[in-house]
């Protein structure tokens, strides 16, 4: 499958490479060229200058936010802005469910998927992905979530797969205080 990969930073660097070793065609665009440039020659793929020069099947997003990934997909220069009806997009980044649910109405298709898992998780394929979105385009981008994940959910509609993302994130910081207080008492 071709893909278009915006955001080579700590996780998406890992997580599109391995796409490229489950044999995918990648097509990867990041703010900062030379990122961009190191990826590809150690990887394979093609590197692109802005986010519209992203023509393929599959667009994913792995930024920081829910700005970030508007502007990639929405802003001037935005993936969003010349890819046909039949483009898939898809979010990796935590931005919250609202900001989801918000480029979802402005993008025809697309999905919420947010990860959990480290930088190691991602080196090795073993994400949890949690996915948002109509079952169809949930299933068009699964094989893409294997690549990069051990445990996939389609946790339903758009903005539930960050919906379940910002659950894990409360457990885990409830999960982390306790710990803090144990080893106080301790």
């Not at 700005?67 to 898809?90: I, K, M, S, W, Y």
């Not at 480029?103 to 998780?121: H, L, N, Q, Y």
Request: charge should be negative; avoid cysteine.
């Amino acid at each position: 499958m071709r893909v278009g990969w915006i955001g080579l930073g700590i996780m998406g660097s890992r997580m599109a490479a391995n796409l490229r070793r489950a044999g995918h065609e990648l097509v990867v665009q990041n703010r900062t060229r030379g990122v961009a440039d190191r990826w590809a020659a150690e990887h394979g793929g093609e590197v692109v200058g802005s986010p519209n020069e992203v023509a393929a099947d599959v667009v994913v997003t792995m930024l920081v936010d829910g700005a970030q990934v508007e502007h990639a997909l929405l802003g001037p220069e935005g993936a969003a802005r010349n890819a046909g009806d039949d483009t898939l997009f898809v979010d990796m980044s935590t931005i919250g469910p609202e900001a989801a649910r918000a480029i979802g109405e402005r993008v025809p298709r697309f999905v919420d998927a947010p990860v959990t898992g480290s930088s190691p998780k991602a080196q090795d394929g073993t994400l949890t992905i949690m996915a948002g979105g109509e079952r169809a385009d949930v299933e068009q981008a699964w094989p893409l979530f294997e690549a990069m994940g051990a445990l996939v959910v389609h946790a339903g509609p758009l903005g539930h797969g960050q919906q379940i993302k910002v659950i894990n994130n409360a457990l885990a910081a409830a999960n982390t205080k306790a710990l803090a207080e144990a080893l106080v008492v301790g």
